[in-house]
């Protein structure tokens, strides 16, 4: 198995004219030499910061994504996959069509083994499983809730590895393992499970939230097989808190 990290990789520079104009610009030619982890012929793994979206949305003020800036950079960008525009950590991109139908298959064939770093509210012990359905809330929109009785399943590991306190407030660090791939999956079930992530604006209390000025979710690694070889690889990105 190949493992790289978050500084690993190559870099590359380049700035199409038609994009000079964007508000955004001056912060494209250092994105991928801050962020790139590693480049090959099919796919690049990027590390994905908190506050940016993984795609653009609806809306002129919405446009600024990470896609967005990988396609001003290298046109090829192909999505395969996202995180939500709070949650900070690792983002495949396809570079080759061959390269994004194959690591998007792993993904929806749960091919793909992937961890995630959160600090969670509350002294949370031991480890376990939460196996609850999370599906969209139409009257709130853009929440999403635990509900039993719902048919897609939404499976998360969960184990405790470190308690202390962040202003005076007890909070516990956390490797969480989503064996399913459900929208606000992680958010919903540790709420679920009464330890809200710490800094969530949806799910956590006014008083969590405020203990950290963004979202503390990671995803800190993931493993797919190479699209072309079959070998195992491995990408690793510490968590910033």
Same mark, same amino acid.
């Given at each position: 198995?190949?493992?790289?990290?978050?500084?690993?990789?190559?870099?590359?520079?380049?700035?199409?004219?038609? $994009?000079?104009?964007?508000?955004?610009?001056?912060?494209?030619?250092?994105?991928?030499?801050?962020?790139?982890?590693?480049?090959?012929? %099919?796919?690049?793994?990027?590390?994905?910061?908190?506050?940016?979206?993984?795609?653009?949305?609806?809306?002129?003020?919405?446009?600024?994504?990470?896609?967005?800036?990988?396609? +001003?950079?290298?046109?090829?960008?192909?999505?395969?996959?996202?995180?939500?525009? %709070?949650?900070?950590? =690792?983002?495949?991109?396809?570079?080759?069509?061959?390269?994004q139908n194959r690591i998007s298959r792993q993904f929806q064939e749960r091919q793909t083994e992937k961890t995630y770093h959160a600090l969670v509210a509350g002294h949370l012990t031991g480890e376990g499983t939460i196996d609850v359905p999370v599906v969209y809330d139409p009257t709130r929109p853009p929440l999403h809730i635990a %509900?039993?009785?719902?048919?897609?399943?939404?499976?998360?590991?969960?184990?405790?590895?470190?308690?202390?306190?962040?202003? %005076?407030?007890?909070?516990?660090?956390?490797?969480?393992?989503? =064996?399913?791939?459900?929208?606000?999956?992680?958010?919903?079930?540790?709420?679920?499970?009464?330890?809200?992530?710490?800094?969530?604006?949806?799910?956590?209390?006014?008083?969590?939230?405020?203990?950290?000025?963004?979202?503390?979710?990671? +995803?800190?690694?993931?493993?797919?097989?190479?699209?072309?070889?079959?070998?195992?690889?491995? $990408?690793?990105?510490?968590?910033?808190?």
């Amino acid at each position: 198995m190949l493992i790289l990290h978050c500084n690993s990789g190559l870099r590359f520079l380049l700035l199409p004219a038609r $994009f000079r104009n964007h508000l955004w610009n001056r912060t494209l030619p250092n994105f991928l030499t801050e962020h790139l982890i590693h480049r090959d012929e %099919d796919f690049m793994v990027i590390h994905k910061p908190s506050g940016i979206l993984s795609v653009p949305g609806k809306g002129e003020d919405l446009q600024d994504s990470v896609l967005t800036r990988l396609v +001003a950079l290298e046109p090829k960008t192909l999505l395969i996959h996202r995180l939500d525009r %709070d949650t900070s950590g =690792i983002l495949v991109f396809g570079l080759t069509r061959l390269g994004q139908n194959r690591i998007s298959r792993q993904f929806q064939e749960r091919q793909t083994e992937k961890t995630y770093h959160a600090l969670v509210a509350g002294h949370l012990t031991g480890e376990g499983t939460i196996d609850v359905p999370v599906v969209y809330d139409p009257t709130r929109p853009p929440l999403h809730i635990a %509900d039993p009785t719902a048919a897609k399943p939404a499976l998360t590991h969960w184990q405790a590895i470190e308690h202390f306190t962040l202003h %005076d407030q007890p909070v516990t660090r956390v490797k969480l393992t989503p =064996i399913t791939g459900r929208s606000h999956q992680l958010r919903v079930h540790m709420q679920y499970l009464g330890h809200p992530i710490v800094g969530d604006t949806l799910y956590a209390q006014p008083e969590q939230q405020e203990l950290t000025p963004r979202l503390c979710l990671h +995803a800190e690694q993931l493993s797919f097989a190479h699209p072309q070889s079959d070998e195992m690889l491995n $990408f690793y990105c510490a968590a910033p808190f």
